[in-house]
């Protein structure tokens, strides 16, 4: 069962209830993998609440991770969730609103990815 106050969250992927969290060195993975220098700089990413669908298995995929899931990013993929895409971004933006809490590091209103759009 996640603990609120450690960051977590539990999400339903493949029928199976997960506990994410995005750690200390999830995050820094992060910052790698969308080429951020910082917290600050990862949060202004997703603030711009543009995500694309690997975007989306990255973050889910670290906070598996972080969770203590040992889900790799290509089982992710293949995994159904309730609600579809919009279940996925939820999810996403569950974790990162957990992650940064009230506030983003620079102060912002916390991060919260907007839902698909039409193409």
């Known amino acids: 069962m996640a603990n609120a106050h450690r960051g977590e969250i539990d999400a339903d992927l493949g029928g199976r209830r997960y506990t994410l969290c995005l750690t200390l060195g999830a995050l820094a993975d992060l910052e790698q993998a969308f080429g951020a220098g910082d917290l600050v700089a990862l949060a202004r990413r997703f603030e711009e609440g543009r995500l694309s669908a690997r975007d989306l298995i990255i973050i889910i995929g670290r906070g598996l991770r972080g969770g203590g899931n040992p889900v790799s990013d290509d089982e992710l993929a293949s995994l159904s969730v309730p609600g579809g895409l919009q279940g996925y971004v939820r999810i996403a933006s569950d974790l990162l609103a957990a992650t940064f809490g009230a506030n983003a590091p620079d ?5 919260n990815p907007p839902g698909p759009r039409d193409a």
């Open 107 to 111: 102060g912002t209103d916390a991060v």
